[in-house]
């Protein structure tokens, strides 16, 4: 029996499903997830010490590739100090300016330990700042786990086809209006029966948790006018897209301000950490200035503060972006060659270093094209490429991630393994 399942087992008896995290276990494409033991660049080893080039890359933060010697010195630098405060630091408010910095729509943040708090918060302070209730949120989109939010969320729960989560009451999404991403009219009427009701929508403004979906022309203008219009506030949920897709995310690629953004992974470079922000005068109902509470032991950890700080920095050398986006779609352009060359129905798409793969002729614009992919050959093809020795995310609804240092052997390796796993498949 190999490592990997000896530990699954033995994880299964004290972890539900064996896994801190639902999509970890491989339920969705089957087999045996892989233990992993150590990391460098692209570079993953499962405990049987076998290596694969790895797209996920803890599902965002590694966007400078694992370990990377200057991150782990500051982490090393700031724990030599001490692990925790629960006191204010002088690296916290650094690297608040830097994000501020960074985001023009952000005037004021707090930090937070993961992107599920950040969105949680965000919701709580809408609809403190707002004295409203109901929310809109879109299928197939995922903001984490918090009650209201966990209703046709995506990403593990759309893994599971369980499109809402058990232990979460009625009463608890009473507030909340589901809508199919990229559906402008379905926003229009909501607004139009609910307007005055409605705190604010959140939205991934490019979607990557239904696999990558990018936004309709119009959708994202749409959604910040008829926030506008009704005193509703507009939440740019970039926990995935934040620092991901450019220097300043979804709103620094389309020039939409949403109100509020939330923000996590790639922030803290693989540390737990997250954050939202936006205009002060909504930020300033949060305690102990207003009466929205939110509160956190860990939050701007100075351990983990270290490693943001140092990831912001090394995102900002010239050329960083353009790079990774370059990569990234030598990545997608090569697979889509190399399917068509086997005569298999594929498509691939890319915004900066996350992408997308779909065996579909198209490009899906909708959760519902998505679903009606290839699945099955997905599930083939994920275990095709990783015999090869190369992890792609365990699912056909996450996208996938490159980080700076899948250089152009390691993509030409990753091609290599494609056109061998292509061939398993027929056509
Ligand atoms: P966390 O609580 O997992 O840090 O963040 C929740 C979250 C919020 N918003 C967006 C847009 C997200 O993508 C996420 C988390 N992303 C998933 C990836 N599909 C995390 C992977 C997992 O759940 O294990």
């Known amino acids: 029996m190999s490592r990997n399942a000896e530990l699954f087992e ?40 076998r290596r694969y080039i790895d797209y996920v890359g803890s599902w965002g933060p590694a966007i400078l590739g694992h370990a990377h010697p200057e991150v782990v010195s500051a982490v090393q630098q700031a724990a030599v100090h001490g692990l925790s405060y629960g006191a204010p630091t002088e690296a916290e408010v650094q690297i608040a300016e830097m994000l501020i910095e960074r985001l023009p729509s952000l005037e004021m943040v707090r930090l937070v330990s993961s992107g599920t708090e ?188 270290a490693a943001g700080i140092t990831t912001l920095k090394l995102l900002s050398a010239p050329g960083f972006y353009e790079h990774l986006a370059s990569q990234t779609r030598k990545l997608t352009d090569g697979l889509t060659a190399c399917a068509r060359a086997h005569g298999i129905a594929f498509s691939a798409d890319s915004v900066g270093g996350m992408f997308g793969i779909y065996f579909a002729d198209q490009v899906p614009g909708s959760l519902a094209e998505v679903s009606a992919s290839n699945i099955e050959r997905f599930k083939v093809f994920f275990h095709a490429m990783l015999d090869e020795g190369v992890y792609f995310a365990p699912s056909a609804y996450e996208a996938g991630f490159v980080s700076s240092t899948h250089d152009d052997a390691v993509i030409a390796a990753t091609l290599a393994a494609a056109d061998r796993a292509f061939g398993k498949l027929g056509n």
């Open 118 to 305: 950040a969105t949680m918060t965000a919701i709580r302070l809408a609809r403190g700042a707002t004295g409203r209730n109901k929310i809109i949120k879109f299928e197939g989109c995922y903001h984490g786990h918090a009650d209201s939010l966990l209703v046709k969320a995506g990403s593990g729960l759309l893994t599971f086809g369980n499109p809402t989560s058990a232990g979460v009451p009625p009463e608890f999404v009473a507030h909340t209006i589901v809508i199919d991403y990229n559906d402008t009219e379905a926003v229009r009427a909501a607004f139009a029966e609910h307007g005055k009701d409605i705190a604010c929508v959140i939205v991934e403004p490019i979607a990557g948790n239904m696999n990558l979906v990018k936004p309709a022309a119009g959708f994202l203008e749409t959604l910040r006018t008829e926030c506008t219009a009704h005193g509703a506030l507009l939440i740019f949920d970039e926990v995935m897209t934040g620092f991901r897709v450019g220097p300043q995310g979804v709103q620094g690629l389309t020039g939409i301000k949403p109100d509020l953004t939330t923000l996590a992974k790639v922030i803290g470079g693989g540390m737990p950490i997250g954050a939202f922000g936006g205009r002060a005068d909504v930020m300033k109902h949060i305690a102990p200035l207003g009466g929205v509470y939110q509160a956190g032991t860990l939050s701007g950890n100075p351990v983990a503060v």
């Open 10 to 49: 033995r994880a299964s008896r004290s972890i539900p499903g064996g896994v801190n995290s639902p999509v970890r276990a491989f339920r969705s494409v089957g087999g045996t997830p892989r233990f992993v033991t150590r990391a460098q660049g692209p570079y993953i080893w499962d405990a049987d010490d």
